[in-house]
């Protein structure tokens, strides 16, 4: 059975930092594509970030320069560096995985979800 549990979230004024982190049980594969999503206030869940199996990133423009996702496979442990925060940023923050090594593009190819982590940006 899979779990993902993000931590992490909290309240920052604008221009700080946080770093989210999403803890992985027991999944099969070491590394996956895993990504992370946000949910805004009364607007539509986005995809921000992807890493694959290889370390290859991708990230929305909205975040572009300012965010990092990172992995550490050794405790299974996905990690969202956010620095210079905007009021824009204010979302629950989502970590889900995939059930494949490349990452296939959407939010409906995600296998697995976290439950969320509130970031609020002031």
């Known amino acids: 059975h899979v779990q993902l549990v993000e931590s992490g979230g909290g309240s920052v004024q604008a221009g700080g930092s946080l770093r989210p982190s999403c803890k992985v049980s027991?999944?099969?594969?070491?590394?996956?594509?895993m990504g992370w999503f946000r949910r805004p206030p009364g607007k539509e869940r986005e995809g921000i970030a992807v890493i694959d199996s290889d370390g290859d990133t991708a990230y929305a423009d909205s975040v572009k320069g300012r965010f990092t996702i990172s992995r550490d496979s050794r405790t299974n442990t996905l990690y969202l560096q956010m620095n210079n925060l905007r009021r824009e940023d204010t979302a629950m923050y989502y970590c889900?995985?995939?059930?494949?090594?490349?990452?296939?593009?959407?939010?409906?190819?995600?296998?697995?979800w976290g439950q969320g982590t509130q970031v609020t940006v002031s």
């Open positions: 027991g999944h099969s594969r070491g590394s996956n594509c």
């Open positions: 889900a995985a995939q059930d494949r090594s490349w990452c296939k593009a959407g939010p409906s190819s995600y296998d697995y």
